[in-house]
C-alpha cells in the first residue's frame, strides 16, 4: 500500500520501490493533471525526482513573456526575405495603393467625406 506523504502530489511505495507524482496545472481548476510514476529506491530520492518534475511541468505552462517587438518580428517580418517578396520585372513601376477618402485634388492629405 502506498504511504501518503505530507507533500501533496506524492506517493511512495517502500516495498514496491515506487513514487507516483500528481501536479495540478494552476489556473485550470485541477482539471488538468500531470501524472508521472518513477522507480526510487528511498523517500529522499523520490521527493528529489517530484521536485523536478514539479520544475519541468510549471516551467512548460509560464514560459518566459515575449515582448512586442519579437511578437511583430514572428507574426509580421518587416523585411521578408527576397523569395516571399513580389515579383519585380523590369519596366514596370510599383506604387503604393490608393488611400481611402483622398480628396479629389491632393494625393497626401486625408479627410473624411462629409454629408449635407
Same mark, same amino acid.
Given at each position: 500500500?502506498a504511504r501518503r506523504s505530507v507533500v501533496?502530489?506524492?506517493?511512495?511505495?517502500?516495498?514496491?520501490?515506487?513514487?507516483?507524482?500528481?501536479?495540478?496545472?494552476?489556473?485550470?481548476n485541477g482539471r488538468r493533471r500531470r501524472?508521472?510514476?518513477?522507480?526510487?529506491?528511498?523517500?529522499?530520492?523520490?521527493?528529489?525526482?517530484?521536485?523536478?518534475?514539479?520544475?519541468?511541468?510549471?516551467?512548460?505552462?509560464? +514560459?518566459?513573456?515575449? =515582448?512586442?517587438?519579437?511578437?511583430? !518580428? /514572428? &507574426?509580421?517580418?518587416?523585411?521578408?526575405?527576397?523569395?516571399?517578396?513580389?515579383?519585380?520585372?523590369?519596366?514596370?513601376?510599383?506604387?503604393?495603393?490608393?488611400?481611402?477618402?483622398?480628396? +479629389?485634388?491632393?494625393? =497626401?492629405?486625408?479627410?473624411?467625406? !462629409? /454629408? &449635407?
Amino acid at each position: 500500500m502506498a504511504r501518503r506523504s505530507v507533500v501533496p502530489g506524492v506517493r511512495f511505495d517502500g516495498k514496491r520501490k515506487r513514487a507516483s507524482f500528481e501536479v495540478t496545472l494552476p489556473g485550470t481548476n485541477g482539471r488538468r493533471r500531470r501524472r508521472k510514476t518513477v522507480k526510487a529506491s528511498t523517500r529522499d530520492k523520490a521527493l528529489n525526482l517530484f521536485r523536478q518534475f514539479r520544475d519541468v511541468v510549471l516551467a512548460e505552462r509560464f +514560459p518566459e513573456p515575449e =515582448t512586442f517587438s519579437e511578437f511583430v !518580428t /514572428r &507574426f509580421w517580418p518587416l523585411n521578408p526575405p527576397e523569395s516571399e517578396r513580389w515579383p519585380r520585372r523590369p519596366g514596370v513601376r510599383v506604387t503604393a495603393p490608393p488611400r481611402f477618402f483622398a480628396s +479629389p485634388g491632393s494625393s =497626401t492629405s486625408l479627410h473624411t467625406p !462629409t /454629408r &449635407f
